[in-house]
């Protein structure tokens, strides 16, 4: 029997397929329409577009064009991007990666910092050329199209082969923004001061840096960093992740160019025998840690130095020493090897996995056959003093002409003056003395980590304030000094005041300890 009216009864099961089918062809093709515009989005982001092997809407195969006439360095070259390439910045881990750096450009965007017609150069992070090929792909993306990244190992198109702790492909000023992620800085800190040169050189005058580091612990290590790009002032800092964030912008001088290295108005060139040493609160603050003052002379002041030398609290135990250029200790006094250089510094001094340079510094022969046989360090045979001239070299109490053991102290006298006591044994020789603080100017930098002992026998009442007049003590981090009070004299307030202008901040009246906050 028929339904009223004709009409069959519509199969429950039949209508369900139907509705399943719809919904499964509607699914697919919206599938469809997403893959085509990602792709297409990407190619158009990358600067190329799909080839013979894939399935998009463009039938002419094109080739990425890295056409650069401002890179000079870098030659024009188009490249073939294969299916493999394509696969991988294709995949979801790519797109996640490109969405959170462009979210990042995106940010320096709002700041004025990047355009999109700024030239943008992404230096990659030791081996981290797959990273560098994901920013330069952002940048791209959000329009940026003038950009391009390089590293040791070529990820082309997008990375193209140069080693930024060497030397950068490209021509003086050719960016307008050069982006350093993932802690570049940090991964050869021998070559910092290098990397920083090449971000500098590369940049043009008002062009800005943006860098990430790993290393920055610290005020002191902050401001060494800073300091290694002395053709920039910093915009700002902060933290970002485990990485701190400095934004920096290169120096323009009246001219309106800036060259490699030039210093801003008001910065100091550590090599300009300038007395002016600025001291800034946060290197006072570092003084302010340092182990309490024995504000009285002790009558034994080397066995109250042995009771007290584990309460020093050595610079370098205070803050982090990255970012310098070299690392030098200088032993002004050195007597034997193993006095002080083998005997204190190498075994107590915390260097932080630092290879310092030493320099010994010695006028008495009776030592100067063992420094032959060290390694590492370097003998000058001569006399700290104020000037190159010839002095006399008086060694008290005699002693054995070779060796620690026995060797009476000595001490120097310009030629003419009287030589300590009547009937006192002594030997009285001739020796070169030089113009220490020159030297050190000539021999450091500011960007180096200098530590300096030492021990002349009373001429350092001499040497300290020739160091202050030339600015040379602004070159010093960290001083141990030995004050002669009453070796020749007894202890003179006029003497101690005379020490403690300048850059010289603490005096430990031991044998005695200075930090230099200069």
Not at 191 to 216: C, K, Q, S, W, Y
Request: glycine residues 10%.
């Amino acid at each position: 029997m028929e339904p009223l009216g004709g009409h069959k009864v519509t199969n429950p099961l039949r209508n369900a397929a139907v509705r399943i089918l719809v919904i499964g062809v509607v699914v697919a093709l919206l599938r469809f329409m997403y893959v085509i515009s990602t792709t297409a989005s990407f190619q158009d982001g990358a600067g190329f577009s799909c080839d013979s092997g894939d399935f998009c809407f463009l039938s002419a195969s094109r080739k990425l064009n890295l056409d650069q006439p401002s890179h000079s360095s870098a030659t024009a070259e188009q490249f073939t991007v294969d299916a493999a390439v394509r696969k991988l910045w294709t995949s979801k881990e790519w797109r996640r990666g490109i969405h959170a750096y462009s979210s990042f450009f995106q940010n320096l965007t709002r700041e004025g910092l990047l355009s999109a017609a700024s030239k943008t150069l992404v230096v990659a992070a030791g081996d981290g050329e797959e990273a560098a090929a994901q920013q330069v792909l952002a940048l791209k993306e959000i329009g940026v199209a003038d950009s391009v990244g390089v590293g040791k190992k070529p990820s082309r198109p997008l990375v193209l082969s140069g080693d930024p702790f060497r030397r950068l492909p490209f021509e003086e000023g050719t960016f307008d923004l050069v982006f350093a992620g993932q802690g570049g800085i940090d991964s050869r800190p021998k070559d910092a001061a290098v990397f920083a040169r090449e971000i500098g050189r590369t940049l043009r005058p008002g062009g800005i840096a943006v860098i990430h580091a790993l290393a920055v612990k610290d005020t002191y290590s902050l401001n060494s960093l800073l300091g290694l790009f002395n053709c920039c002032r910093a915009l700002r800092s902060s933290q970002s992740g485990s990485f701190t964030e400095f934004i920096l912008k290169k120096h323009i001088l009246l001219d309106g160019h800036s060259g490699v290295g030039n210093v801003a108005p008001g910065d100091i060139n550590s090599n300009n025998n300038s007395s002016i040493c600025s001291v800034p609160p946060w290197k006072k603050e570092f003084v302010q840690k340092a182990e309490p003052l024995i504000m009285e002379e002790p009558l034994k002041p080397w066995l109250t130095l042995k009771r007290n030398i584990k309460n020093i609290r050595y610079l370098s135990s205070m803050v982090h020493i990255a970012y310098k250029r070299r690392y030098i200790y200088v032993d002004v006094g050195a007597r034997s090897y193993g006095s002080s250089i083998g005997g204190w510094f190498r075994k107590q001094y915390p260097m932080q996995n630092r290879t310092f340079e030493v320099f010994a510094i010695e006028a008495d022969h009776a030592f100067h056959e063992e420094y032959g046989k060290k390694k590492g360090v370097q003998l000058l045979p001569y006399a700290a003093w104020l000037r190159n001239e010839t002095l006399l070299f008086e060694v008290n109490g005699g002693g054995g002409a070779n060796g620690e053991k026995g060797r009476g102290m000595g001490r120097i006298q310009p030629v003419g003056e009287q030589t300590g006591k009547e009937g006192e044994s002594k030997e009285v020789m001739k020796v070169q003395g030089f113009d220490f603080a020159e030297w050190l100017m000539g021999t450091v930098s500011e960007g180096d980590f200098v530590v300096m002992k030492m021990d002349v026998e009373g001429a350092e009442f001499d040497l300290i304030p020739r160091l202050i007049e030339t600015g040379a003590i602004c070159l010093i981090d960290e001083i141990f000094l030995e004050c002669h009070y009453n070796r020749w004299q007894r202890s003179s307030p006029e003497r101690t005041k005379k020490l403690q202008c300048g850059g010289i901040q603490r005096l430990d009246r031991t044998t005695s300890r200075w930090m230099a906050a200069a």
